[in-house]
């Protein structure tokens, strides 16, 4: 139980162009998602908390124009990387956050999608 | 504030050893929640243990143990007779309770198990 899948698992792009990412549980509703990123040796960094049917909140230096977030149901939350630059490539992480079951309140991680801008 | 301190960067054993990774936290919250989760090459992070700030019974799982002391606000993990397909990055996190939910990262240990 608590699946959480990611799509795509990794994207080559040009800059400039904009880049989605999705993000799903698969096997239980979560009313909060989460999206970080992740430098290379290091630990994982907040970008935003995603609530399902209201406006992302995003943490202190985030671009809130450039990283548009979407949560339109129980299951689903997209981010979409707008414009992208070189600068933006990372990897990127989705998590969604139990609310019941053996372990409420736990996030689970998807598996990443890692995005280069060319 | 929170805080996790993982002073372990890095560690390396040979296959078999036991390892213990340290995580030390702080926060002013009364009920809090701990986590372990590994990062194996792949990237996916996969969770491990969730213990909250009432439960302090030490927890097995096979190979993996937790021991939860709030006396020194440590969260420790050991891997007993540790295995190649161990080898990864070990977080550990805290989150408050009620709506701050968000997950405090350590800086994780990167653990190198040797055949």
């Known amino acids: 139980g608590a699946v959480v899948s990611q799509h795509p698992s990794w994207v080559i792009c040009k800059s400039g162009t904009s880049v989605k990412i999705e993000c799903r549980s698969l096997?239980?509703?979560?009313?909060?998602m989460f999206w970080y990123r992740q430098f290379p040796k290091q630990s994982l960094m907040l970008m935003a908390t995603s609530n399902e049917g209201s406006k992302a909140t995003y943490e202190q230096g985030v671009e809130k124009d450039k990283f548009l977030i979407n949560h339109a149901s129980l299951t689903l939350s997209t981010l979409t990387v707008t414009s992208a630059h070189p600068e933006d490539s990372s990897f990127y992480i989705c998590?969604?956050?139990?609310?019941?079951?053996?372990?409420?309140?736990?996030?689970?991680f998807g598996p990443g999608t890692r995005l280069t801008v060319l | 504030a929170q805080k996790v301190t993982q002073a372990q960067t890095e560690i390396s054993v040979v296959e078999k050893e036991d390892v213990t990774l340290d995580c030390v936290y702080e926060?002013?919250?009364?009920?809090?929640?701990l986590f372990w989760y590994k990062q194996p090459p792949s990237g996916e992070l996969v969770f491990l243990i969730r213990r909250n700030s009432f439960d302090e019974q030490n927890e097995i799982s096979g190979r993996y143990s937790w021991n939860f002391q709030k006396s020194t606000s440590s969260f420790n993990f050991t891997i007993t007779a540790s295995q190649v397909v161990d080898s990864a990055v070990y977080f550990c996190?805290?989150?408050?309770?009620?709506?701050?939910?968000?997950?405090?990262f350590g800086k994780g240990t990167l653990l190198t198990v040797n055949p």
């Open positions: 096997d239980f509703q979560a009313t909060t």
């Open positions: 998590s969604a956050r139990t609310r019941t079951g053996p372990n409420p309140y736990t996030q689970y």
């Open positions: 996190a805290l989150s408050g309770g009620g709506s701050n939910y968000k997950l405090t």
């Open positions: 926060t002013r919250d009364t009920t809090y929640y």
